[in-house]
C-alpha cells in the first residue's frame, strides 16, 4: 500500500523566513496530494491540494510543487507569520486507495 | 455552518467499558472515516464508509466498530476498551470519497485507564 514519509518532523523560522516542508509518495498511482494544518485543540484543516496533472500550485503566500517522476512533494510558505505556527501533514490517495498520511511536522515561527 | 461534529470531545473511561464516539455532518457528504492521532506516527486511518450501510477498514481496525445506518451519523464504538485505544481521534467527511477535500471534526481525546 501507499506510504508516505515527512520531512523534518520539526521545523524553527523566523518570523518573515520561508518554510519548506517535503513529503515523498510510494505508490505511483497516487494522483491527489493534500496539506492539512492543524492548530492546537483543533482538527486538520485543508490548506492547498495539487493533483497529478500539475506540477505547481499557488495560493497567496502558499505554494506546493509536485514531481511525479521523484515522487514527491513540497510545501513551501513564504513571508511567515506567528500564526502560521502549527503542524502540518501531507497525505496522498489515488480513487482507489484511502489518504495515507505522513507523520507531521510542527512548525514554529518565531517572532 | 458546514461541519463535522463529534462528541464528547473528552472522554476518561475505564478498560473493559463499551463506549460509543459520535459523527455527525451536516454536508451530505458520501464518504466519512475515522482516524486516530498519535504522537510521532500521524493520522491513521481505523474504518471508512463510502456510503450508508457501506463500512470498511482501515489500516487500524482491531478493536474498534463502525455502522452508517443514515448519511449523515458515523458512530466509532469501542466495545471493550483497552489503554492502547488512548488517543485523540478524528471523524472526517467527504463529498467525492478519496481524492477530495477531507472536513474534520474537532476531535475526540479518548483515555482509557
Known amino acids: 500500500g501507499e506510504n508516505v514519509e515527512q520531512h523534518p518532523s520539526t521545523l524553527s523560522v523566523q518570523e518573515g523566513d520561508s518554510a519548506v516542508i517535503k513529503c515523498t509518495y510510494s505508490?505511483?498511482?497516487?494522483?491527489?496530494f493534500p496539506w492539512y494544518k492543524q492548530e492546537l485543540g483543533k482538527g486538520p484543516q485543508l490548506i492547498i491540494d495539487?493533483?497529478?496533472?500539475?506540477g505547481e500550485k499557488k495560493d497567496q503566500r502558499i505554494a506546493v510543487t509536485l514531481n511525479k517522476t521523484a515522487k514527491h512533494f513540497s510545501l513551501h510558505i513564504t513571508e511567515t507569520q506567528p500564526e502560521d505556527s502549527a503542524v502540518y501533514f501531507c497525505?496522498?490517495?489515488?480513487?482507489?486507495?484511502?489518504?495515507?498520511f505522513g507523520k507531521g511536522t510542527r512548525l514554529s515561527v518565531i517572532a | 455552518e458546514a461541519q463535522v461534529t463529534q462528541n464528547p470531545r473528552y472522554l476518561i473511561t475505564v478498560t473493559g467499558k463499551k463506549l460509543t464516539v459520535t459523527c455527525s455532518q451536516n454536508?451530505?457528504?458520501?464518504?466519512m472515516s475515522w482516524y486516530r492521532q498519535d504522537p510521532g506516527l500521524g493520522l491513521r486511518q481505523i474504518y471508512y464508509?463510502?456510503?450508508?450501510?457501506?463500512?470498511d477498514k482501515g489500516d487500524v481496525p482491531e478493536g474498534y466498530k463502525v455502522s452508517r445506518k443514515e448519511k449523515r451519523n458515523f458512530p466509532l464504538i469501542l466495545e471493550s476498551p483497552s489503554p492502547n485505544q488512548t488517543s485523540l481521534y478524528f471523524c472526517?467527511?467527504?463529498?467525492?470519497?478519496?481524492?477530495?477535500?477531507?472536513?474534520f471534526g474537532q476531535g475526540t481525546r479518548l483515555t482509557v485507564v
Open positions: 472526517a467527511s467527504s463529498f467525492g470519497g478519496r481524492s477530495t477535500e477531507a472536513f
Open positions: 505508490d505511483s498511482a497516487s494522483n491527489y
Open positions: 495539487i493533483r497529478s496533472n500539475v
Open positions: 497525505a496522498a490517495a489515488s480513487g482507489n486507495t484511502p489518504l495515507v
Open positions: 454536508m451530505n457528504h458520501e464518504y
Open positions: 464508509s463510502m456510503n450508508v450501510e457501506v463500512t
